[in-house]
């Protein structure tokens, strides 16, 4: 698996799938950061990859932890320019208005059952959230010719 840099296939809006098959999405992500190691890296997102589904990686502490089908259910009104980049825009660094702190829901497994989760999010770790969630919402930093951010 390479990283994706094509807009056009960026641009596209990624589909909910199964958790099962989410979590398939999420070991092959997570061992392809493994194998590329690469530096500075804070989080990806599934079609970064070529991946079907709704599947970010966020690096929390010093951990990437995955969240299947993620939902931003509260911004803060609050903002911060962030300067970003992304590894499907190589080379570049944008500045981006982002939420200082959100909300997020997402689905989680336990006792055979999808149930969901609930977590409020600041800081770094708000950002990466919102520039991942962006990506499989077909948004892409800097991409004046799909929807700017
Ligand atoms: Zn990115």
């Not at 991946?51 to 966020?58: C, P, S, W």
């Amino acid at each position: 698996m390479r990283i994706i840099t094509d807009l056009n296939h960026l641009r596209n809006k990624c589909s909910e799938v199964s958790y099962q098959q989410s979590s398939k999405v999420a070991l092959k992500m997570v061992s392809w950061l493994k194998n590329n190691n690469i530096d500075g890296t804070l989080g990806l997102a599934c079609n970064q990859l070529g991946l079907g589904g709704r599947v970010i990686l966020v690096k929390i502490g010093n951990r990437f932890q995955h969240f299947v089908n993620p939902t931003i259910i509260e911004l803060s009104e609050s903002k911060v320019t962030t300067t970003e980049q992304c590894l499907s825009v190589p080379d570049r660094e944008v500045e981006v208005e982002r939420s200082v702190s959100l909300t997020m829901a997402y689905d989680t497994f336990g006792f055979q059952n999808i149930g969901t989760g609930i977590g409020k999010y600041e800081g770094q770790v708000a950002t990466i959230i919102q520039h991942e969630i962006d990506h499989l919402n077909g948004v892409v930093i800097g991409d004046e010719e799909g929807v700017v951010r």
